[in-house]
Antibody, heavy 114, light 112 residues
């Protein structure tokens, strides 16, 4: 069956970096692009952008340009999200979701606190 | 960016009651390819969002047919015909016609 399995929760200090993974299984990874979505605690969903899993080209929403990097390990059917220079406002759950939004990862809670 | 306004923000229903959620867009969601990329998702407490309806009115595989979607251009509605206990959670509309993709602010469905 199709699954997106994300890495575990992270606790980081301001200024540090974090890398979150999203491993796909049950389908051909390069057939579907991957979205990334942010959900701050108690808040709604915010689209961060997407990555073309065939070419590796990322597209970022305006609010996520600069410190956020989408990447792939295509041989491992894995999409990654790296956030550098973490800020308190990056505290959130980060979801990956297949292009058609029909399958979602379980989410990764990233907590940024000094 | 396209703004999606959902109403009501909260909804309280009894089991078996039919309810509707409205989603209004700040601009037409009719794409140049003729499709309208307005989807509905449900996020149950502590879970990931789940796709219910895509392209206005198409039921995602495995979703009960008590869920239905309708609308066009800028006005859209999700209807639940006979709420069940498992339907509690937050419902989001989202659009994928215009970049960036955007979500409504959500409608929280509570069961009385």
């Amino acid at each position: 069956q199709i699954q997106l399995v994300q890495s575990g929760p992270e606790l980081k200090k301001p200024g540090e970096s974090v890398k979150i993974s999203c491993k796909a299984s049950g389908y051909t990874f390069t057939d579907y692009a991957m979205h990334w979505v942010k959900q701050a605690p108690g808040k709604g969903l915010k689209w961060m952008g997407w990555i073309n899993t065939y070419t590796g080209k990322p597209t970022y929403a305006d609010d996520f340009k600069g410190r956020f990097v989408f990447s792939l390990e295509a041989s491992a059917s894995t999409a990654n999200l790296q956030i550098s220079n973490l800020k308190n406002e990056d505290t959130a759950t980060y979801f990956c979701a297949r292009w058609e939004l029909d399958y979602w990862g379980q989410g990764v809670m990233v907590t940024v606190s000094s | 960016d396209v703004v999606l306004t959902q109403t009501p923000p909260t909804l309280s229903a009894t089991i078996g009651q039919s309810v509707s959620i409205s989603c209004r867009s700040s601009q037409s969601l009719l794409d140049s390819d003729g499709d309208t990329y307005l989807n509905w998702l449900l996020q149950r407490p502590g879970q990931s969002p789940q796709l219910l309806i895509y392209s206005v009115s198409n039921l995602e595989s495995g979703v009960p047919n008590r869920f239905s979607g309708s609308g066009s251009e800028t006005d859209f509605t999700l209807k639940i015909s006979g709420v069940e206990a498992e339907d509690l959670g937050v419902y989001y509309c989202m659009q994928a016609t215009h970049a960036p993709l955007t979500f409504g602010s959500g409608t929280k469905l509570e069961i009385k």
